[in-house]
């Protein structure tokens, strides 16, 4: 009931190309879901994060859907360029703030 | 605001010694959380502080594991007896504890552990 699944594994897009990486879980006692960036050899960087009274929510090219009776969210990457290479990870928290984290996604993006 | 920092950034031990790592949150951050990743997969939560109290330990960390944060500064995490299951990248997080758990983590940039 922990768990937060996402997928792809990887993802190969072009540049100016639209990234879509999906994440699901079950807990209904999250209420805070945040998508990671990670650079090789870094630790994660925040990148947008929607709480589930919302259903979207837009920050420059990057966009989350929310969809709280699934129980799914999706990250949206307009415009991909090859400078957002980087693995990317859903998470989602409850009361006490520690993340769970989804196994992450590894998105190249191509010149 | 110089972020969170971390260290070592790196460690070699043999089977079986101990280690010990630092976290120093971004200052006046009340909340510090460790989390564990090994390759290719998510961190996972380990443990965390709110100031110097130690409110929560996943089941991973397992009695040879003990993370301490006194004055609700600084944190430390030692491992003991390290097998090489603890071979894994050791990152922390701090936050500003202020709005529950919506406030942003900001994480280090870790210890890589490796145990031989």
């Known amino acids: 009931q922990q768990q937060v699944k996402q997928s792809p594994q990887s993802l190969i897009v072009q540049k100016g190309g639209i990234s879509i990486i999906n994440c699901a879980y079950e807990n209904t006692a999250f209420d805070y879901f945040p998508w990671y960036q990670q650079f090789p050899g870094k630790g994660p960087a925040l990148l947008i994060a929607i709480r589930p009274d919302v259903s979207e929510k837009k920050e420059g090219r990057f966009t989350i859907s929310f969809n709280k009776s699934a129980k799914q969210f999706s990250l949206h990457i307009m415009d991909s360029q090859p400078g957002d290479s980087a693995t990317y990870f859903c998470a989602a928290a409850s009361n006490t703030g520690k993340l769970i984290f989804g196994q992450g996604t590894t998105l190249q993006v191509k010149p | 605001d110089t972020g969170v920092s971390q260290n070592p950034r790196h460690k070699i031990t043999k089977r079986g010694q101990n280690v010990t790592f630092r976290c120093d949150p971004i200052?006046?951050?009340?909340?510090l959380y460790w989390y564990r990743q090994t390759l290719g997969q998510g961190p996972e939560f380990l443990t965390y502080f709110q100031n110097e109290a130690q409110l929560e330990k996943s089941r991973l960390l397992s009695d040879r594991f003990s993370a301490e944060r006194p004055k609700g500064s600084f944190s430390t995490l030692e491992i003991q007896r390290t097998e090489q299951g603890d071979s894994a990248m050791y990152l922390c997080?701090?936050?500003?504890?202020?709005?529950?758990?919506?406030?942003?983590?900001?994480f280090g940039p870790g210890t890589r552990l490796t145990v031989t």
């Open positions: 997080a701090s936050s500003p504890g202020l709005v529950g758990p919506w406030d942003e983590q900001y």
């Open positions: 200052s006046e951050h009340n909340r």
